[in-house]
């Protein structure tokens, strides 16, 4: 069996972060202050680390690519790989949404998608060498909060329009979100998608899950604080050679 492809890390995983830690309780219930979008909370990423700066350097095919050689099926972990925070980390619905593509949890956190991801699934969603490839986008989660995660991905927008944008939940309509090892996600995908293993691609900030899926021959990319321009462009990379500055009136608006 060959050796499983795991595209290295340009981050170290020390960028990853650990969530708040939780004082003694009292028994009571706390009434929890509403923070603004523009503070943050110890151990939650800075706005900075979600804007488009962290897109900037993204790539796509180029004109050479043979369009057949594109992965199949393009897969994509939730918390701290497509947004942040953590659902574990927030207390949930009701959601409100934001200005800028960002949401509202019921005691004012804010969650947002990061830049380069959203850039990175409208891509594989929009780009005429995917669509002609006919790759499909899916989504793997072990959150055990899967109907949260079904409701913000309805609301955050990977492609903005007036008229209408592409919501995450539209560009990824392959949704497995259950506890278990990945490689469970990855046997179901299959199953679904017909897709074979060596076609696929999967990004996770993970390790573990990336070690894991990648010895099941799937092309994997390791991304600690989530997905960035970098790790977009070494997937892609393990697929084909010829790339260009991604073109982002191409990518819609994002």
Known sequence: MSSPVVAPTGRASTTARAAPTPGPSSGRKRRRRRRSPKKRRDGFITETSLNDDDARGLREPGPSVDAQTLPGLVVYDLDDTVWFPELYMIAGAPFTKLRGNAVEDVMGDVLRVYSAARRSIAQVYAHDA????????????????????????????????????????????LVDIASGTKTKHFQRLRERTGVAYADMLFFDNERVNVDEVARMGVRCVHCPGGLSAEAHNRGLRLFVDDTVPERVDDASSV
């Open 130 to 173: 995917f669509r002609r490839r006919g790759t499909k986008i899916a989504v793997a989660s072990r959150t055990h909060r899967g109907k949260w995660a079904r409701e913000l991905m309805e609301m955050f927008e990977v492609i903005e329009d007036d008229d209408g944008g592409v919501s995450l939940a539209d560009a990824a309509p």
